[in-house]
């Protein structure tokens, strides 16, 4: 079982990145698939989540409206798409699958994730 997570990088204030998480050894469609990130100094959040129930997002409301996420079960990948990004977005941002099927609940009690995948790096630069 391997959730991969890519795409981070630095890009300046106001610029846009897009992450993947690639998953294998499991079905995507029967998990619940979350982005956390972890910034420096803090604690790490729940960003955004798309339901295994019906595929419905979820996104914490520091990145409404700048943050969109998708899930193509063909292959195997969630997309997170950042956009209008923030020095305060800086973070390693995680991908993480629940068979929960509720994103109020995965992106706030992480006892439910079966699976984490490594980190990417994104870096905003003011």
């Known amino acids: 079982v391997q959730l991969q997570a890519s795409g981070g990088g630095l890009v300046q204030t106001g610029g846009s990145l897009s992450l993947s998480c690639v998953v294998s050894?499991?079905?995507?469609?029967?998990?619940?698939i979350a982005w956390f990130r972890q910034g420096p100094g803090k604690e790490r959040e729940g960003v955004s989540c798309?339901?295994?129930?019906?595929?419905?997002?979820y996104h914490t409301n520091s990145v409404k409206g700048r943050f969109a996420i998708s899930r193509d079960n063909a292959k195997n990948t969630v997309y997170l798409q950042m956009n209008s990004l923030k020095p305060e977005d800086t973070a390693v941002y995680y991908c993480a699958a629940s068979l929960r099927r509720y994103c109020e609940i995965v992106v706030v009690d992480t006892s439910g994730v079966k699976y984490w995948g490594k980190g990417t790096q994104v870096t905003v630069s003011s």
């Open positions: 050894g499991f079905a995507l469609d029967d998990y619940t």
């Open positions: 798309i339901s295994s129930s019906d595929g419905s997002p």
